[in-house]
């Protein structure tokens, strides 16, 4: 009955997230990047992506999280949105899981903070749950969030 | 597939015929004027006449009827059967806005709408008819001559005609259309235009131009790499490259360019329907229609370009009852003008009509709350204009639906300002109007400088750069002077307010072992400031790409473009740093406007008025202000260069004579007059330059200032504490008022 989705999915430290891979336009890896003062601190930088210049989403700062530990060379997952590419920098990249509906769930109520807007459902893995990533949702955040000194 | 064909056909006659329709419209304007050519009529024929033959073999019923109908009174009037009447012109285009409509609900949703078009053919048939009858034609005319046009004619010509001439049966259309149809082929053969353009979808121009803009990033990159080589043949050939690269782009911009003339065509037809609607009589004239601009900038200004003439006609210009009693011409004036000027493109709008009224503007803002009465008298006249830009405002002593409805000038500047252009307003009130507009001729590729600050590269345009200061290794202590905390700069003697870009961009502070310091004298509306950057490049043609929506919210940078070795770099906004920085919240003239709505909203929540002062002293230690948005400049001049005229102390100044006003003198005060050296506040009152003498300047602050009103003493508003000090605030207007001095300013005004 129900349509198999396919996500392409990553890891935030030990948490598997997925973005529909209708959506994902391509997984890139380490990136040379420009920063962007003023910007909100979420907004990592900006990267030349063959000639178009695509923001870079900061996954870890989005969800509240900490600098990832040392030897992490962060991935991207190039994602199609509404206002054009936006690419997600995340710890490490996945496999494509197929999930069925079946195994589809709400996230849980008592979910709060940022997590709340950025998790769309949750879907049951055998040993693991992958979290589906609301693309609107992390790019929804205030601009007054200004980083002065996201640079470490 | 068949599907397919037809709405692309379908496409393809909207577009076509939607043209054709705004040639038809400038065509019967001209027949109006009586400047109607040997062609004239012809064209207008073959566009009605292809617009009804696609259509019916398209099967659209409902514009081919209607087409019919029109093209028969047109090849009656070509062929001299019927004269035109006065309402045949009116008559035209309302048929030429009918067949618009319908052709506009048919690029919608395929549909031809359900306009009613009876009275519209009744009246067609009825001016075709009078072709068949001259005694009627005659009679006909007599009748309709005094008949207000915009009337829904109560009695069409038809039943008309016939009434005066019975035996003329009311059937004309069947005779007159055998003799028609042998000329169309002629007037559609001769006016076949050769083959030397073509249609290209605008999107392929826009990808087209994306590739060039590729093509040069990718330019950049071989020209850098073979620098390093310094392989002869290599050389040669990215020479080569270069060479052929930027002709290519030259090219591929000039596709995108289109003259302004193909916004101004409308205008006629605005002009002509809005000043009839109005009663006024507008002579409209257009200079400089060939001057080109990029076409995603034709679209942008097309709407704020309206909005102003629209303006102009409807608040500008007045009626000829009005005109003729102030001793102009009746008929009003309404000139547009468009020219180039270092890489941008100027347009003027420039009505003879009654011009803004100050005072008027002024009551207005004060009674809509954006200003306070006593700060009315201090505004000059430029930023008493640029009330009119502030949002809800709007003069207009009646609501017309024309304009007036207190949106319009400021989301034309929002407009205007959106694509990196500025708008000014000058007048001369009871004589003329000019709205100046200025706007990039291209955004998509421009010429920036490129510099360094903290470890990033930046780009500059070009277009708001003026000049570049080096400040040598060493010097820049000495160079460098503070005004409080603010840094400026001597530049030619005048002072120079300097942003440090990296404390602009909150980036990490520079190390105290400054080396050379890197100024870039830039200009933001009509201001200048210096931009200290750690490092200067090159300048390159870069191509602009917008930033994402994420990064919406950031007016510092204009966008980004890809440099040389494929890194990202952020261009600049100059504009934007400005207005981050407040560098034009004092002279800005379109900042003005907001300024003092500001300056409203803090009276109202501290008691006390945001202010930006000049301290100087006079007599004594007391330090006394005065606002610094009319102080011009500060000057010194030798006492001996302090010559007497008319019994007045005068300076030679920038070729003018300038009056001295001692501040002391007129308040009273003991001052130190023995100097020899005159320091003087160059003070605009009223665009006329009036040099207030003090003793020294101490300083220019920035705030919220309370001040109590005390003992009346003329020329000053009361007290107030500023930097810990009481200081006494003057007003500059009284105290040249009570000094007399003015009636030699006024002199020399009028000189």
């Not at chain 1, 000639?51 to 040392?70: K, Y």
């Not at chain 2, 966008?559 to 261009?571: E, F």
């Not at chain 2, 605009?684 to 309370?706: A, C, E, K």
């Amino acid at each position: 009955m129900s349509q198999p989705k396919q996500f392409c999915t990553f890891y935030l430290g030990a948490a598997l997230f997925g973005v529909e891979v209708t959506r994902v336009q391509e997984v890139i890896r380490y990136q040379e990047m420009t920063e962007v003062p003023l910007a909100p601190a979420v907004v990592r930088g900006l990267i030349n992506l063959r000639g178009s210049i695509v923001s870079c989403i900061d996954l870890r700062r989005r969800f509240g999280m900490g600098p990832a530990p040392e030897g992490v060379l962060a991935s991207n997952v190039v994602t199609q949105t509404a206002g054009g590419l936006v690419s997600l920098q995340v710890d490490r990249i996945g496999d494509v899981v197929e999930v069925t509906e079946e195994s589809q769930e709400a996230p849980p109520d008592t979910l709060r903070g940022a997590a709340r807007k950025l998790i769309g459902h949750v879907y049951k893995l055998n040993g693991s749950l992958l979290r589906s990533l609301n693309v609107e949702g992390v790019l929804d955040f205030e601009s007054s969030t200004r980083g002065s000194s996201p640079q470490n | 597939m068949a599907t397919d064909l037809q709405t692309q056909l379908i496409h393809d006659l909207v577009e076509e015929s939607v043209e054709g329709l705004d040639q038809f419209d400038s065509e019967v304007l001209a027949l109006e004027k009586g400047e109607s050519g040997p062609d004239t009529l012809n064209t207008m024929f073959r566009v009605i006449h292809s617009l009804k033959g696609t259509s019916g073999c398209l099967g659209l019923g409902r514009i081919e009827s209607l087409a019919h109908v029109g093209e028969n009174l047109l090849s009656l009037l070509r062929e001299g059967k019927v004269e035109a009447q006065p309402r045949t012109t009116s008559t035209l285009l309302r048929y030429s806005d009918a067949l618009r409509a319908m052709l506009h609900s048919l690029g919608l949703d395929g549909k031809e709408g359900e306009h009613d078009h009876a009275q519209l053919v009744a009246d067609l048939t009825a001016l075709s008819n009078l072709g068949e009858n001259p005694q009627g034609q005659a009679e006909a005319a007599g009748l309709f001559e005094d008949l207000p046009e915009d009337l829904p004619a109560p009695t069409p010509a038809a039943p008309v005609s016939a009434a005066v001439v019975p035996p003329a049966p009311a059937a004309p259309v069947g005779p007159a259309n055998p003799p028609a149809r042998a000329q169309e082929k002629a007037a559609v053969v001769s006016g076949g235009i050769a083959e030397t353009a073509i249609r290209v979808d605008v999107g392929q121009l826009d990808s087209l131009m994306d590739l060039v803009g590729e093509l040069v990033l990718a330019r950049n990159q071989i020209l850098q790499f073979a620098g390093r080589l310094a392989e002869p043949t290599l050389l040669n050939a990215t020479q080569r490259l270069n060479i052929i690269t930027t002709k290519l782009q030259e090219n591929v911009m000039k596709t995108r360019m289109q003259p302004i003339s193909n916004v101004w065509s409308k205008f006629p037809r605005i002009v002509r329907d809005l000043s009839r609607e109005l009663g006024k009589r507008v002579n409209l004239v257009m200079e400089g229609r060939e001057t080109e601009l990029d076409r995603t900038i034709i679209e942008a200004v097309k709407d704020p370009l309206t909005h102003l003439v629209r303006n102009a006609i409807d608040h500008g210009l007045e009626t000829p009852g009005v005109r003729s009693a102030a001793g102009k011409p009746e008929e009003g004036l309404l000139r547009l003008r468009a020219f180039h000027e270092s890489g941008h493109v100027n347009i003027e709008i420039l009505d003879d009509g009654s011009g803004i009224s100050r005072d008027r503007v002024v009551q207005k803002a004060i009674q809509k709350g954006l200003l306070h009465a006593d700060q009315a008298s201090r505004l000059a006249d430029r930023e008493v204009y640029a009330l009119l830009f502030a949002p809800g405002f709007s003069t207009a002593e009646k609501v017309t639906n024309i304009s007036g409805r207190g949106v319009g000038l400021d989301v034309v500047k929002k407009n205007i300002e959106k694509i990196g252009g500025s708008v000014d307003i000058q007048s001369d009130p009871g004589r003329s109007t000019t709205i100046r507009v200025k706007i990039p001729l291209t955004l998509a590729i421009i010429p920036a400088l490129i510099i360094n600050c903290a470890g990033s590269r930046y780009a500059t345009p070009q277009a708001s750069l003026v000049e570049l200061v080096l400040i040598e290794n060493g010097q820049a202590a000495r160079a460098i002077e503070y005004v409080d905390t603010s840094p400026v700069y001597r530049l030619r003697g005048s002072l120079l307010p300097l942003l440090s870009l990296r404390e602009q961009l909150e980036l990490e502070r520079a190390a105290e072992s400054q080396e050379a310091v890197y100024l870039l004298v830039l200009q933001a509306e009509g201001k200048q400031f210096g931009l200290m950057v750690d490092g200067i490049h090159d300048t390159e043609e870069i191509v602009v790409k917008p930033l994402g929506k994420e990064l919406n919210g950031l007016s510092v940078f204009a966008g980004a473009t890809i440099m040389g070795d494929g890194r990202v770099a952020l261009i600049l906004d100059v504009l934007g740093v400005a207005r981050r920085a407040c560098v034009l919240d004092h002279a800005g003239r379109d900042e003005a406007a907001k300024g003092i709505a500001e300056i409203r909203n803090s009276d109202n929540r501290e008691g006390g008025t945001r202010q930006s002062l000049l301290l100087f002293a006079i007599g004594g230690d007391q330090p006394a202000a005065i606002p610094l948005s009319h102080v011009a400049r500060l000057e010194e001049f030798a006492a001996s260069a302090v010559e007497k005229a008319a019994n007045a102390e005068v300076v030679q100044y920038r070729g003018q004579i300038m009056p001295l006003l001692h501040v002391g003198r007129v308040l009273a005060r003991e001052s130190s007059s023995a100097d020899e050296t005159v320091r003087v506040v160059v003070y605009n009152h009223r665009g006329v330059n009036i040099g207030l003498v003090v003793d020294r300047v101490l300083d220019t602050v920035d705030g919220v200032f309370s001040i109590q009103r005390c003992m009346d003493r003329p020329g000053v508003l009361g007290s107030g504490v500023v930097q810990h000090r009481v200081t006494d605030f003057l007003d500059p207007d009284a105290l040249i008022r009570a000094s007399g001095v003015i009636e030699f300013a006024g002199a020399g005004e009028r000189l």
